[in-house]
């Protein structure tokens, strides 16, 4: 087994540390170092986004990057959504439009619809399907989900707070 | 009477908070015991190999490795797989002999990470002798064709001829017959969560409990356990709350169960193995591929005499267990909607070095109504009619429901001409058809297809048997098989709050917030008292071998056992407030929450109030109550019959209806497809929440589009697999899902409490149907017609290019 190194980083606000082998997965790493499981993985070859994190701000695959890439940088998984014990404005547009069923590529959906939002805060419906073609999801037909991101771009104050 | 202040209300999800914020306890999350260790699977890169032996000296020595299992292992210590025909093929939980496609498994490593685990499967050696492989199913019936299992003797796995009516006096009668040759493509819907398995064996107790994503049908639970050489009540199944996605996929996880169970025996450790992308598209599990030909006689007047099916379907390397449902499980509804009562079926099941096959959503119905829709409009074509027209004269009537269709289906409940009638007034399909002349004018192809659909739900599992010759189902040996089952508990704690229980699996679909709709409303409640525990368990759960959450069986027979359950607790509820009222039970009636008197007048016990004193004072009950305010319900529908000797048999319980219409434009250049109007109407009877009723709409058409657009497991003509990636097994994304416009029509089932039927397959099973008679519409101009799926852009652009050449 290869020397462990240590990876440091700041998830959802917090400074997180573990040891792991150089070739871990940044997911794995999340999934199994620090016991954040809200973070799915679907293909392991980055295109069905279900592991889409936010990485210094930017939507990123945690499946096809390594944690080592991911030392020193600030991390937003789907648990990091909820401020103070209240659902996320893109979390609550989730659920009254009915943008989920199983639920297991929710959190790099909700990722990738805040990435969106935040770099084209009023996007056009072509726009929303265009962003939101980065996961895939088997469940909803989109239909919901689409609904939901652009309830959540005219929710007054915007998305943008997390 | 039930009060319907829940049902049929767009109440928002229970599931959604948890699976928002990322605590869903989904197979792969949370380590149900200590100290796992991880599996990785070894497959053969051969799509049929002779294996002539293993070494695993280099895997075994490699530091954190438990043990490596080989075939040699499950042939010493497994049974075979009993499959659902009389051919002697063996299926094992992985290769003992040969490998028949490629991604078989030929043996497991267990180590202390899956990164160790997949290191050491390098280090396993397989020797293989390789041999000739077959993958098309017409190729593989020839002469001299590679036979995959030699004690069968060929590639023919099971062969029968139904017949209904006299369909040669109907051939003969007839002033038109068609014939068509279809090809429907091989596809899965990919779950976004794969398989996932926990196996712990424990020796000393001499149990062994299986954590896994299963969806069922619990059938697969005695199979294996007989696999595994256990007694039933030794094998522990249980189910997580949350399933990341199935669509009937997650039914054929069984013989990975039986193998990661075998490796936890063998290495005295528990054993946790979490299927790859790569693993899934190679060996998991999808629909089959089919060949069919198809002949319809008709009269000039458009009215169908009778059909002829001829299918080839091909279930890759092993025939395995439902298979050949594949065939066999639309047998009640094989003439869908129409009158015509004479059908001759000719079904080959054929075995081809590809991976396996079983239910897709919508098993078999969208090779089904493929086929038969387009067999219509080329009816209509020939007869110069309107395609609507030719089915309104075709359809059954209302009048004639409930409807013994000529294969043995009992239709509970319907009105397909209203059905009908609604989705041509939605789509303005008389405008539509003025678009077309316009667009053809300008030189557009612009096209306009109908689809319509019997959309059957939850299996009666007897026919199964319909595969088997009636002569061996009359040996006295022979054990018929029927039923459709489901169970539910709803108990009141002293506070009058509910919990109520289910056995089901749901991947997705709402069981909780349907329930607690549904108790709600039996119980005078709100929904949020209702909680509502729905992870299976086979050591603690009521349950039997059709449980599970398949065959859109919950919107029918599992609200049917969560309504009988409350009505069971509310008889329960009325008799001790008889007692303790002191007048007799038949003066009082449960309503809006609380036993009263059928008068209106005096005083009345509310649910709480029962509770309370129910739990609290034993001694207040009338002789004979037994303690406690609980019921469990098992629901089994009486339609559910074995298979007769007419190869007759109603083989789902309740039949939904679907009526869609779909416009598209086809750039001849580009052979791109738009999608100019899409509607679709269904009667699933009494509809409990029509939001999640639309998501399974939304979500059933857009796995259809998918079968008939993009997704299709391609494998070269050396069975090597061409689609292991989700960069070439082409997945819809939001871009390419349309918008739909959506209405019901509700004809609720005289069969089920609440009159309810499942809905979950839905536009699965009439989308291919409706966009190739919408392509092949926008493309007869130049003579096209569509009888191959999927339509890529290069299938498609290759016949526009022929059709212009000629």
């Known amino acids: 087994m290869a020397e462990l190194v240590t990876v440091r980083l700041t998830v959802n606000g917090v400074a997180r540390e573990g040891r792991c082998e150089p070739r871990k997965l940044l997911v794995d790493f999340l999934r199994e170092d620090l016991q954040l499981t809200g973070t799915h993985v679907g293909c392991e070859h980055g295109i069905c986004g279900a592991c889409t994190i936010l990485l210094n701000g930017q939507a990123a695959r945690s499946c096809i990057m390594l944690a080592v890439q991911a030392d020193g940088a600030e991390l937003v998984t789907v648990e990091g959504l909820m401020q103070n014990g209240k659902l996320h404005p893109l979390q609550e547009a989730f659920r009254e439009h009915h943008a989920l069923q199983c639920g297991f590529c929710t959190p790099g959906m909700l990722l990738t619809a805040l990435d969106l939002l935040r770099t084209n805060p009023a996007p056009t419906e072509a726009e929303i399907r265009e962003g939101l073609s980065a996961v895939l999801c088997r469940c909803t037909g989109y239909q919901g989900i689409v609904n939901a991101v652009r309830a959540a771009a005219r929710t007054p104050g915007g998305p943008a707070g997390a | 009477m039930t009060e319907k202040t829940w049902i049929g209300k767009p109440v928002k999800r229970v599931e ?480 009058g709050r509910v919990i109520a229980i289910l056995g089901t699996t749901p991947q997705g679909q709402g069981h909780q917030t349907v329930v607690s709709q549904i108790v709600a409303d039996e119980l005078g409640l709100i929904p949020e008292d209702v909680t509502v525990v729905d992870e299976m368990d086979t050591f603690t759960r009521v349950w039997s071998i059709s449980s599970g959450t398949y065959s859109s069986r919950f919107g029918s027979v599992g609200t049917s056992a969560v309504a009988l359950a409350a009505r069971k607790l509310k008889a329960k509820l009325v008799e001790y407030a008889a007692h303790l009222m002191d007048i007799p039970a038949a003066e009082l009636e449960f309503r809006d929450g609380a036993v009263r008197r059928k008068t209106g007048k005096g005083p009345s016990y509310t649910v709480k109030d029962l509770a309370g004193r129910a739990h609290w004072n034993t001694d207040s009950l009338p002789e004979g109550m037994e303690p406690g305010l609980q019921a469990t319900a098992v629901f089994g529908f009486t339609v559910a019959r074995a298979v007769d000797a007419e190869d007759r048999v109603n083989s789902s319980n309740t039949y939904g209806f679907i009526a869609e219409v779909m416009a598209v434009e086809v750039d001849p250049e580009t052979a791109a497809i738009t999608i100019v109007k899409y509607v679709t109407v269904h009667d699933a009877g009494t509809i409990i929440n029509p939001m999640i009723a639309e998501g399974q709409i939304y979500g059933g058409a857009l796995h259809g589009l998918g079968g008939a657009l993009y997704e299709e497991l391609q494998y070269d003509e050396d069975g090597q697999c061409l689609t292991g990636t989700f960069m070439d097994y082409l997945v819809p994304t939001a871009s390419e899902a349309p918008t739909i416009d959506i209405a019901h029509v509700e004809s609720p089932s005289p069969l089920t409490p609440l009159g309810s039927k499942g809905l979950g397959e839905s536009s699965s099973m009439t989308v291919p149907a409706v966009i190739a008679n919408a392509v092949s519409d926008a493309l007869a101009p130049l003579g096209i017609r569509i009888t191959e799926l999927p339509m890529t852009p290069s299938r498609l652009h290759a016949l526009i290019k022929k059709a212009r050449a000629t």
């Open chain 2, 16 to 495: 959604d908070a948890r699976l928002l914020t990322g605590r869903g306890a989904y197979i792969d999350d949370h380590p149900p015991v200590a100290n796992l260790f991880h599996a990785a699977i070894v497959r053969s890169p051969h799509a049929h190999a002779r294996i002539l032996g293993y070494d695993v000296a280099g895997a075994r020595a490699l530091a954190g490795v438990a043990g490596v299992i080989t075939g040699e292992d499950v042939a010493r210590h497994t049974r075979p797989f009993a499959v659902g025909v009389t051919a002697p093929v063996h299926y094992y939980c992985a290769a003992t002999d040969k490998a028949r496609f490629v991604g078989e498994p030929v043996a497991v490593v267990v180590a202390t990470s899956r990164y160790v685990a997949e290191d050491a499967a390098d280090l396993v050696r397989v020797h293989y002798e390789p041999l000739p492989a077959v993958v098309d199913p017409e190729r593989a019936l020839e002469p001299g064709a590679p036979v995959l299992h030699e004690a069968v003797g060929s590639n023919l796995a099971n062969h029968r001829r139904l017949v209904y009516g006299d369909p040669d006096r109907a051939f003969a009668e007839a002033d038109v017959v068609i014939r068509e040759r279809f090809r429907f493509p091989k596809y899965g819907s990919t779950p976004i969560e794969t398989y996932g398995i926990v196996a712990r064996w424990d020796a000393l107790d001499g149990v062994c409990t299986v954590w896994s994503n299963f969806m069922g049908p619990f059938i697969m639970h005695p199979l294996t356990a007989r696999v595994l050489g256990l007694p039933e009540n030794r094998l522990r199944f249980i189910v997580p709350p949350d399933i990341g996605g199935s669509f009937g996929i997650k039914s054929l996880i069984y013989p990975y169960i039986a193998l990661v169970a075998l490796a936890s025996k063998l290495t005295g450790v528990a054993v946790k193995w979490i299927e790859d992308r790569r693993e899934h598209l190679l060996a998991s599990s999808t629909g089959t591929d089919r060949i069919a030909y198809r002949e319809l006689a008709a009269k000039k007047d458009g009215t169908i005499l009778g059909m002829r099916f001829r299918w080839l379907d091909n279930v890759g390397g092993y025939i395995r267990s439902p298979e050949p449902g594949c065939s066999f499980r639309p047998t009640g509804n094989f003439v869908g909607p129409y009158r015509f009562q004479h059908l001759e079926v000719d079904a080959s099941t054929v075995m081809t070095n590809k991976c396996l096959t079983g239910p897709n959503r919508g098993y078999a119905c969208g090779h089904l109504y493929f086929e038969t829709e387009g067999m219509v409009d080329r009816l209509a074509a020939t007869l110069g009619l309107d395609p609507a027209e030719v089915r309104r004269r075709n359809l059954i009537p209302a009048s004639a429901m409930p409807y013994r269709s000529p294969t043995g289906g009992l239709y509970d409940s319907g009105d397909y001409p209203t059905a009908f009638e609604k989705a041509l007034d939605l789509a303005k399909y008389a405008g539509l058809r003025r678009e077309q002349a316009k667009a053809r004018a300008a030189g557009r192809y612009f096209g306009i297809g109908l689809a319509l659909a019997v959309d059957p739900s939850v299996s009666n599992m007897g026919y199964v048997a319909t595969a088997l010759d009636p002569q061996f189902r009359a040996k006295p040996e022979y054990l018929p098989k029927s039923g459709a089952v489901d169970s539910a508990t709803v108990k009141v704690d002293p506070l």
